[in-house]
């Protein structure tokens, strides 16, 4: 295949990706911005995006254009004349430019749907699910072409092997997330702590993902002093943190955080402790020392797998023992003093 867009004086290719949730799925697609532009230096790439995860989307320097999705909310007024006004406006700025490629990641039919819409001249896509995934085949009518994987892809790899089938390179390489790199001169909000700080990333939608509370109880008192944040999401994760600091005298409850500056808490984290959740999976992609705790999903489809400063522990139906969680804590805390 020829190298349109790279150093030959060829026009650039105009690549609009289609990943639009959730938190964790939208982060697990970024590495193939970098893809792109190492094979492709000059590519124009941009993006359509849930508009609650368009902060995160706009880290990536190498993203031209972030086209915002606001289904969630436009869904809950589809008779309101703004709404589809909105509606209106978010296809009429998907069509102004014409693309070489069109990529759909995820594989369903609403964001088969945006591809379908979009003026592209190859429209590629995922041919399967992974085992266990929301994949909805339907979305293959809009492609050109649909590319195959095993059903045991990691959730990484997926969107990366689609792309580079289509472009004509390997994937054989570590995933970059094309992240900012953390500055101990950045500037941080109020809620966070001068100092080094742990967060626990407790909260998952699915209560069979979750670790128990008495475990986080446990590993929170073997890390004191060190101080531990507590995020949540809704008024049941708040309950939950509010539980776990009152027998942590280390341990803080934030404020609710819009996803902004959850992205920073993860970023700024001397010592990320999660369950399979976004945000545990953020913290691994900053490359920050990072322990992620699988418990009631797969560890092959989504364990942090590019640095080693993270560590994967537990697997479905086997959550990992506070000894080994915590073994694992204290030397990725010991090699970062190294």
């Known amino acids: 295949m020829t190298s349109r867009g790279s150093s030959d004086g060829m026009q650039p290719l105009n690549i609009l990706l289609v990943r639009v949730s959730s938190l964790g799925d939208v982060l697990h697609n970024m590495p193939i911005v970098a893809d792109i532009v190492r094979h492709y230096p000059n590519a124009n790439i941009d993006w359509v995006v849930e508009e609650g995860y368009v902060s995160l989307v706009r880290m990536n320097a190498r993203v031209r254009t972030i086209i915002p999705f ?14 589809r006004a909105e509606i209106g406006a978010f296809f009429s700025k998907l069509r102004e430019q014409r693309y070489d490629y069109v990529f759909d990641t995820q594989g369903l039919l609403k964001t088969g749907i945006i591809m379908g819409a979009a003026k592209g001249r190859h429209k590629v896509g995922l041919g399967n699910g992974s085992e266990g995934s929301g994949y909805e085949g339907i979305s293959r009518i809009f492609h050109t072409r649909s590319v195959k994987l095993d059903p045991r892809t990691h959730a990484v790899a997926r969107g990366r092997l689609v792309v580079g089938a289509a472009l004509g390179y390997n994937v054989d390489y570590p995933a970059d997330f094309g992240l900012p790199d953390v500055s101990p001169n950045d500037p941080r909000p109020d809620w966070m702590p001068a100092g080094p700080y742990c967060v626990f990333f407790h909260g998952t939608a699915r209560d069979a993902k979750k670790w128990a509370p008495a475990n986080w109880i446990e590993l929170g008192a073997a890390l004191a002093p060190m101080p531990i944040l507590l995020p949540w999401g809704s008024p049941k994760e708040k309950a939950e943190a509010e539980a776990l600091a009152a027998s942590l005298p280390n341990a803080r409850v934030l404020p ?10 993860a970023r700024h984290a001397a010592l990320a402790i999660g369950v399979d959740t976004g945000l545990t999976h953020i913290a691994a992609a900053f490359v920050r020392p990072t322990v992620e705790i ?25 959550p990992p023992p506070v000894a080994d969680v915590l073994a694992a804590a204290r030397a990725l805390l010991a090699a970062g003093r190294a």
Do not use: F, H
């Open 256 to 265: 609710q955080l819009p996803m902004a500056d959850a992205v920073l808490l």
């Open 70 to 83: 606001a289904l969630r909310r436009w869904r809950k007024s589809l008779g309101n004349p703004a709404t």
């Open 294 to 318: 699988y418990a009631d999903s797969p560890r092959w489809k989504t364990e942090g797998n590019w640095s080693p400063k993270i560590i994967n522990l537990g697997d479905r139906g086997a």
